[in-house]
């Protein structure tokens, strides 16, 4: 019937993202033991542009909500949903921050100036799941606070591009449990798959109630990464935070930015992401003085 999806295919997609993530690991990386939910810890100045938002209500330990990336030395990319009002005394970023519970003399905190979400922001879909956050005054960029590169400008009709094994991470410091409510203290990494669309729609199609029935369209301003084994996903707390990607200049891109995934995390399926390369016009046009 048309819309629907046979157990072949199915099988056939799971085999083929079984396949993908085998190459992670024949081309000489482990399967890492550690958390993001499954995720591996990072050193210290690993990812200068990750930033750290918290609710200041709660302090900077216990009110963190979501992760992002600084992308000018006054701007921070990151997710819509993250923000409960566009009050902007409410929130705080640190950058340079790597482990939680220890202050370190290499972080910087900032007041936030202005909440930039995409007007067309829906918060029942997740459509145009992105905003801009402007720092109160421009950070230092040294060795722990670096800004990050972004993908291209390409719109759905430019090939989606293709990445081989070990290029690709999800960033961030969410739940380290599907059932705790608890956060990793350290920065954490997953070695990821940037899915071809075409997986993503059939991924989200088959398994939507997972998804609390959002589907990714073909076409459409989102993308899908992750890794198709159970117990290592981005969870709670990641959203907001980068899908990045190494480039043949050996250059890493961000070319998504966490919206959604399964509930609960951590079910073999992978998260979806606001696709950058067609959010570039926005971005630039709302960054604005």
């Known amino acids: 019937m048309k819309g629907q999806i046979s157990e072949s295919n199915i099988l056939l997609i799971s085999l083929l993202g079984v396949f993908l993530f085998s190459a992670h690991v024949t081309s000489g990386a482990s399967i890492p033991s550690a958390r993001i939910l ?104 040294n060795q722990y606070v670096g800004l990050a590169n972004l993908a291209a400008a390409a719109n759905c009709s430019v090939p989606q591009p293709w990445f081989p094994s070990t290029s690709c991470y999800t960033l961030g410091w969410g739940k380290i449990s599907s059932t705790a409510n608890s956060f990793s203290d350290t920065l954490k990494q997953l070695p990821s798959i940037y899915y071809p669309q075409e997986l993503c729609n059939i991924f989200t199609l088959s398994n939507s109630a997972k998804y609390g029935n959002r589907r990714v369209q073909s076409c459409e301003k989102r993308i899908c990464g992750g890794v198709p084994v159970a117990g290592q996903d981005s969870c709670e707390g990641d959203s907001g935070g980068p899908l990045v990607c190494r480039d043949t200049n050996n250059t890493y891109y961000v070319h998504g930015i966490l919206s959604f995934g399964t509930v609960p995390c951590g079910q073999g399926l992978p998260a979806v992401f606001t696709k950058v390369a067609e959010m570039r016009t926005w971005i630039t046009t709302n960054m604005t003085p």
């Open 38 to 141: 499954g995720g591996s810890s990072t050193s210290e100045g690993d990812w200068p542009f990750m930033a750290y938002i918290f609710e200041r209500g709660n302090g900077q330990l216990n009110g963190f909500i979501c992760g992002g990336s600084l992308i000018s030395n006054q701007w921070v990319l990151t997710a819509a949903h993250c923000f409960r009002s566009s009050n902007t005394s409410l929130y705080g970023v640190v950058l340079g921050e790597h482990t939680r519970s220890v202050m370190s003399a290499n972080e910087q905190v900032f007041n936030v100036t202005k909440i930039v979400a995409h007007s067309s922001f829906d918060r029942l879909e997740y459509f145009n799941d992105i905003a801009l956050i402007k720092l109160s005054r421009p950070a230092t960029i």
